[in-house]
């Protein structure tokens, strides 16, 4: 469903077969449509970037956590390309409604939400609910309609502000948290969108589908990463990330370890702040948990989540070990509508700026950004939200705000302009360090290759071996097998992103793999999709991708990762990490060998491009190849100069 969103008109579309072929759904038809009508030119808060929602074929089925969606723009925060995935129940519930993607353009006279009743659409005032938070405007909308178990995608005050890393959130806290698209979104004056289905999902063979999904539903019963995620969410990571190997992303990434962790961990969460649980539509592991605060300053605040992500960027990434202040931070960033990685990363950006003494109390308007301090958070949260003071450069992110003071270039932790998220790869792999370089996206997180083969894969035996070719690419800190793991993981990522399921049950739990997923697509499309074509329908969707990057005349030069990684061993702890750095470049040229990047700019390669169905992208890139080689020529020519 397109809407112009200038004009109040919209339209719907049926998709053709050829192209459901091709691009499958969700992720796919996303990325598809933002290379082809969203060009380097366009700026990300013009009325022609376009916000688009994604589903995909299995959404709304009893298949594995169907509830995914994938929201794509060109990216305010980096200027590339941009997207982001969250659970719940409104994918599906836009599934049931008819319609597989939403394709917002333009922007709309003033504040307005939609609302999408089946075949009935409208596009309505919004005023009285701009400047609410996201469960607040939740609440108005579902009261104004008069149903309550409709579901409702909206955005925060940041993204009504346009921060540029604003997210959008559905079912009040389930975000689709990265790039800034809540922001792309907020500039088009659009404040949420809510649907009600009444339809269902057609399926080809309903027997068959039952039959695979609930055999696969019983091994995970038993599956061991799903029982850790269904005892304390994603904060089950705390303990072993921190006692055993060594990533605990404590002041700005700067360490990996602090002997306290366990305050934050999901064993003690558990028992101090568990509200209760909740699974997103069609969960086999309900990882998702509501917590509350019940003592102290901040008591009888609650949340969804947090997730681990969201947990420590305005915690331990800040320099706060206490766990009330850790839930008083996420509180804070899903109020505001706020990505929780680059709202931290910013944060921490600042608190080593002004201990390095790159800040002043002149640049921040009289605040002293001392590590650990709860309250300065507290009000920099808010700043950043509402465009206030020095949070209106830090509203911009790191990477933008470095530039635009002029100092703190060797405190970024980011890639591509997108901050990393709490995941050192000096102890968490390198896998995911080369993901982090060369992910299509800047500042990867797992979205991406969510390389997990090397930090579970372990615990499904011969799964490496027939995957890699080894079982020594299990281990995390050694390069044997990385490139190839990272290549595969990318593919079969985008595939997953492409079917709406859960990358918890096919990549972190290998709980859910081909031989479940693609017997239940052919059940439900009635067709005769192989392994071989889904993941080249992921390699299809990874390479338009990266030459997205690749027209923005990004390539070869930003495959890298923070110096800090490179060049600064790991500070001395009782983990694996003690001492280590990532050897990014021992694995870069297999990696590029196997993508068949061209080894001079990092460009998808012409041959690869037209096998895979993408001429017209080769002919396309043929003149930003040419820019891209004079301009890194003319750099090294300036350097010498200098030398």
Excluded at 44 to 57: E, I, K, Q, T, Y
Excluded at 296 to 320: D, H, Q, S
Excluded at 471 to 485: F, I, N, Q, W, Y
Aim: overall charge negative; charged content about 25%.
């Amino acid at each position: 469903m397109r809407f112009d969103l200038t004009k109040g008109k919209w339209e719907v579309e049926e998709t053709p077969y050829e192209y459901r072929r091709k691009w499958l759904g969700g992720r796919g038809y996303n990325s598809e449509v933002l290379y082809n009508e969203v060009g380097p030119d366009v700026d990300p808060f013009s009325p022609n970037n376009l916000a688009m929602l994604g589903v995909g074929p299995l959404s709304g089925t009893f298949g594995p956590s169907t509830g995914r969606v994938t929201v794509t723009a060109k990216s305010p925060l980096t200027g590339g390309f941009g997207d982001s995935n969250m659970g719940g129940h409104w994918g599906a519930e836009l599934k049931f409604a008819g319609y597989e993607q939403i394709i917002l353009k333009g922007k709309a006279p003033k504040p307005s939400y939609i609302w999408i009743d089946d075949d009935k659409i409208e596009i309505r005032d919004a005023s009285h609910i701009w400047g609410k938070f996201p469960r607040d405007a939740d609440r108005i909308i579902k009261e104004e309609l008069g149903d309550k178990d409709i579901h409702i995608v909206t955005i925060g005050p940041a993204g009504e502000n346009l921060v540029r890393f604003a997210c959008t959130f559905n079912d009040c806290y389930r975000a689709a948290g990265r790039t800034g698209h809540g922001a792309v979104i907020g500039s088009k004056n659009i404040k949420a969108i809510a649907v009600r289905g009444t339809g269902g999902v057609k399926i080809a063979d309903p027997e068959k589908f039952y039959q695979i999904t609930s055999d696969w539903r019983k091994t995970m019963r038993t599956d061991p990463m799903a029982q850790g995620l269904y005892a304390y969410g994603s904060l089950v990571l705390i303990m072993p990330c921190n006692y055993e190997m060594g990533w605990f992303p404590w002041k700005n990434l700067k360490y990996g370890y602090h002997p306290d962790a366990r305050n934050i961990s999901g064993e003690v969460w558990a028992k101090k702040h568990l509200k209760g649980k909740e699974g997103c539509f069609s969960c086999a592991i309900v990882c998702g948990i509501h917590s509350e605060i019940r003592d102290g300053k901040y008591a009888g605040e609650y949340t969804g989540g947090p997730e681990y992500e969201a947990c420590v960027p305005t915690g331990p990434r800040v320099g706060i070990i206490d766990s009330n202040e850790c839930l008083h931070g996420a509180v804070l960033t899903n109020n505001y509508g706020m990505d929780a990685i680059e709202a931290g990363a910013s944060i921490s950006w600042a608190m080593e700026c002004w201990e390095k003494g790159y800040l002043t109390a002149k640049d921040t308007g009289g605040l002293e950004l001392n590590w650990g301090d709860a309250e300065v958070v507290d009000k920099l949260l808010r700043m950043m939200a509402y465009r206030e003071g020095f949070g209106d450069i830090l509203a911009e992110g790191p990477t933008i705000a470095a530039k635009k003071l002029g100092v703190g270039e060797d405190c970024l932790v980011s890639t591509r302009g997108m901050s990393l998220p709490g995941d050192d790869p000096r102890g968490l792999g390198f896998g995911y360090g080369l993901s982090f370089a060369v992910g299509t996206r800047g500042g990867c997180d797992h979205l991406r290759s969510l390389c997990c083969l090397e930090l579970s894969g372990y615990l499904y035996p011969g799964l490496n071996e027939k995957i890699v070719g080894t079982e020594a690419c299990s281990k995390p800190l050694v390069t044997d097998g990385k490139a190839k793991m990272v290549w595969w993981e990318e593919h079969h990522k985008a595939f997953v992103d492409c079917l709406q399921v859960c990358c918890f049950n096919t990549h972190w739990s290998y709980g859910c793999r081909n031989e479940h997923l693609i017997p239940m697509l052919n059940a439900v499309t009635g067709l005769d999709f192989t392994e071989e074509e889904c993941l080249t329908i992921g390699e299809r969707i990874y390479n338009l991708e990266r030459a997205y990057w690749s027209r923005q005349l990004s390539g070869k030069n930003d495959d890298v990762v923070p110096r800090r990684f490179t060049h600064e061993p790991m500070p001395e702890n009782p983990a694996a990490s003690s001492g280590k750095v990532l050897p990014i470049d021992e694995m870069l040229p297999d990696y590029y060998k196997l993508r068949q990047y061209e080894p001079e700019t990092g460009f998808p390669g012409d041959k690869r491009l037209r096998e895979l169905g993408l001429a017209y992208v080769a002919e396309e890139l043929k003149p930003y190849r040419e820019k891209y080689i004079a301009r890194e020529k003319q750099k090294k020519a300036k350097k010498k100069d200098k030398e």
